[in-house]
């Protein structure tokens, strides 16, 4: 095998997302004892935070052999979306795999399929995102990927098993009743949430010879799925159980990803699966993703943005450097092209892409329910600050989308005349009321927000920092931009919102003059609220059970506001989108002279 190259990148360069490493390579597993080996193949053309599929061949079949022999390689270089997609081969060695290996077993396969799953969260390599991680295996490797699904079902979005057999009634027993430590973002070690294995839906497929509708397995897949009792045909060798009644979170999570797939067909390991490998990617796993946010992740749809939800996508040069947005246009807003509407713009957190947050944030289905064009921009390759306070991020990590939040950083692009010339564009193409243009971002989507509301106020008439404040990673720095100091002086209501699982990031709760205090104080100033910013914050309200929302008025229009979600780890939920529409964005415009109208 010819292994991994790595590719000169400039962010300046005709294409600045491909990747930085491609092709194959190599990774070495401490496990009991013994170096296990994982091989990655990353296409030339993978986009950062793409998705990645761990798999898991019959026991005796060495990942070489795997790779040469199956077609994953040719489906990963195919993949027709932008996305593409990455595999991970692991092997079992001549002993071939162990499918009554006990639960729990520190050194057992199942570890050694954990840790390579964990492999995914590098970025020292490339990026795959952790929404659209999928587990497969073959004959006795399928029980393996299973029971690696079962002991820890909040890393993958999906997983099938070919010519599986049964898995043994005690280790799914231990596996459903164990509590869950990893919640997905943030771990759980005290058991505070009561979250068990058995309460994580994972959707599954399992291929056999014969139905396998009643096989230890399928039973405990139907039953963390919450499955319909009575199977419906999706073809002629395939039935699909899915769920009937809602899910815990139906604002953030689809119900009909919670799925299992029975199939049946004469020797489906044959050739490695060559005749069922692309169908069980394209039909069953694609579709689902698993995002942060409640918690053990929300299972949702896949809707590219070109092809299923008929978006225009733009690349373009732009200030020198190669720059990618996509624009939403619901249906509504289409049939009356003359009527004005309101812009939202939606940034994503580093490491994505503007098609990632479109799945990631639903403001897709926000503005189908209210009207108005929403915009997903792209920040260009590049790194955050890793001197920060918090850490920042790993200097060693391969360059991935990152949005240049430093006035002083010169050789990055200039993000106002970026969104100056994407927001005119857009006007340009439709009837923008541009006096509801509003701004929203996800972490480090948060830190372009609020750098855009501090240099140039007076384009938005409200902005919405998701996971993120003001003294944050560095962006305080931006308070003393020349930039910043002469910036229009008009008023720019600002909703900061954080998790309570993401204290490495923000302080939650706004107490003893912490980040959060600051970051209030701050825009407290800017917005020339009346007297002094409070130093204790005891008076706070609590809607649907999880939001501490505090509120502070200007002449009787809530101008500034801070939100902590009650276990929510550094994701964003489809519930902040809307909330951030309905309690807040829809209630302000701008007005010709500057100034700022609030309707109740």
């Not at 005119?424 to 480090?444: P, Q």
Request: overall charge negative; proline content about 7%; charged content about 25%.
């Amino acid at each position: 095998m010819e292994y991994a190259k790595k590719v000169l990148k400039n962010v300046g360069y005709e294409d600045p997302f491909v990747p930085f490493i491609s092709g194959f390579y190599e990774f070495k597993i401490p496990i009991g004892g013994t170096e296990r080996r994982v091989m990655w193949y990353i296409p030339e053309d993978a986009r950062p935070s793409t998705a990645g599929i761990l798999l898991v061949p019959p026991g005796k079949v060495s990942i070489d052999e795997f790779m040469e022999n199956s077609n994953w390689i040719e489906i990963a270089d195919s993949e027709e979306t932008k996305e593409r997609l990455i595999i991970s081969v692991v092997e079992s060695g001549p002993e071939g795999w162990n499918v009554n290996e006990e639960y729990g077993n520190a050194e057992g396969y199942v570890a050694y399929l954990t840790a390579a799953c964990q492999l995914f969260s590098l970025r020292t390599v490339a990026c795959v995102h952790e929404a659209k991680r999928y587990i497969i295996g073959y004959k006795d490797g399928a029980n393996m990927a299973m029971m690696a699904a079962m002991w820890d079902p909040a890393a993958y979005a999906g997983a099938a098993a070919i010519a599986p057999t049964d898995v043994p009634a005690e280790y799914i027993s231990r596996a459903e009743t164990d509590f869950a430590l990893n919640l997905y973002g943030y771990e759980d070690p005290g058991h505070t949430h009561g979250i068990k294995k058995g309460d994580i839906p994972v959707p599954a497929l399992l291929i056999g010879e014969d139905w396998l509708d009643d096989s230890t397995a399928a039973k405990h897949f139907r039953k963390i799925c919450g499955c319909a009792e009575k199977a419906a045909l999706v073809d002629t060798e395939i039935k699909a159980y899915v769920r009937e009644t809602e899910a815990e979170y139906p604002v953030n999570q689809d119900r009909e990803c919670y799925r299992v797939w029975i199939g049946k067909m004469a020797d489906p390991a044959k050739d490695l699966g060559k005749k069922i490998n692309r169908k069980i990617w394209k039909s069953f796993l694609y579709p689902v993703r698993r995002w942060m946010g409640d918690p053990g992740g929300d299972l949702r749809v896949t809707e590219d943005p070109v092809m299923d939800l008929g978006m225009v996508y733009h690349y373009e040069t732009v200030d020198g450097f190669k720059r990618e947005w996509y624009v939403y246009v619901p249906d509504s807003v289409a049939e009356k092209p003359e009527q004005k509407v309101p812009l939202v713009i939606a940034c994503h957190g580093y490491s994505c892409t503007g098609e990632i947050y479109i799945g990631n944030s639903e403001w897709t289905r926000v503005a189908d329910d209210y009207g108005f064009i929403v915009a997903f921009p792209t920040a260009t390759p590049g790194c955050i600050d890793s001197a920060a306070p918090e850490g920042g991020v790993s200097p060693d990590n391969v360059p991935l989308p990152a949005w240049n939040c430093d006035p002083d950083a010169k050789d990055r692009p200039n993000e106002i005349a970026f969104f100056e010339h994407m927001i005119n564009d857009i006007c340009s193409e439709h009837a923008i009321d541009t006096g509801r243009m509003y701004i929203t971002g996800h972490s480090n989507g948060s830190m372009i927000t609020s750098w855009l509301a501090l240099a140039k106020p007076e384009w938005f008439a409200a902005a919405a920092p998701c996971s993120g404040i003001l003294y944050m990673i560095g962006t305080e720095k931006c308070l003393e931009a020349e930039e910043t100091k002469n910036r229009k002086k008009v008023e720019l209501p600002i909703w900061m919102q954080g998790g309570t699982e993401e204290p490495w990031l923000l302080d939650g709760i706004p107490e003893n003059d912490n980040r959060t205090v600051k970051s209030i104080k701050a825009w407290w100033k800017l917005n020339d609220m009346p007297g002094e910013a409070p130093d204790e914050y005891m008076d706070k309200v609590v809607y649907n059970g999880r939001w501490n929302d505090w509120f502070f008025d200007k002449n009787r229009i809530p101008m500034l506001r801070y939100s902590s979600i009650d276990y929510m780890p550094h994701a964003k939920l489809p519930e902040q989108s809307y909330r951030i529409w309905e309690d807040f964005f829809s209630h302000f415009s701008r007005l010709e002279d500057g100034s700022i109208k609030y309707t109740f």
